[in-house]
């Protein structure tokens, strides 16, 4: 971890292991391949094992009310960020342009602002990064993630919205 000033803005520049991004996915039984870019690292995770899709559930469907109120993460569905982490999600096609029920593509901030905070205020760090990526694997698998409006993400397991062409 290292501290970057840029003119006015400070930023915290996190230096992932890969090797231990890849470990924390294999521990949740999810495949990963893992690209490096300048500004993040990005992680396509699918499983091979699992006979239903992830627990990605839409939130505003009112048969999903269950599920909901026990997500401990929560996506914004109009940018794929998960809620106050630095990961955001995208959701993996076939060649059809099918969604993957058990496949996602993470992506994992290497530059955060100087301030950023979890809840609970906690300062954030590369360990800190690696148990939020072991929860929501897990989640995605045992308890489920909520997924908050918008056309971006989509949700994969229940009931959910179906885009409706405004043409």
Not at 22 to 49: M, Y
Not at 81 to 93: A, C, D, E, F, W
Not at 149 to 167: D, K, M, N, T
Request: glycine fraction near 8%.
């Amino acid at each position: 971890m290292q501290l970057l000033q840029a003119g006015a803005h400070r930023l915290v520049l996190l230096e992932y292991d890969l090797e231990a991004l890849s470990s924390v996915a294999h521990q949740n039984d999810f495949q990963v391949e893992i690209q490096e870019t300048p500004r993040a690292i990005i992680l396509d995770i699918w499983t091979e094992k699992r006979q239903v899709p992830l627990l990605l559930f839409d939130a505003a469907e009112p048969a999903n009310l269950g599920w909901f109120s026990r997500c401990q993460f929560y996506v914004d569905g109009a940018t794929g960020n998960v809620l106050q982490t630095p990961i955001s999600v995208g959701n993996k096609r076939d060649r059809s342009g099918n969604l993957l029920p058990d496949a996602l593509r993470l992506r994992l901030a290497k530059e955060v602002p100087a301030d950023f905070r979890l809840p609970g205020k906690q300062p954030l760090n590369e360990q800190v990064v690696y148990g939020l990526l072991f929860n929501l694997l897990q989640a995605f698998q045992q308890v489920g993630v909520a997924v908050c409006g918008g056309p971006v993400f989509q949700a994969l397991s229940g009931r959910r919205e179906v885009p409706v062409s405004r043409e």
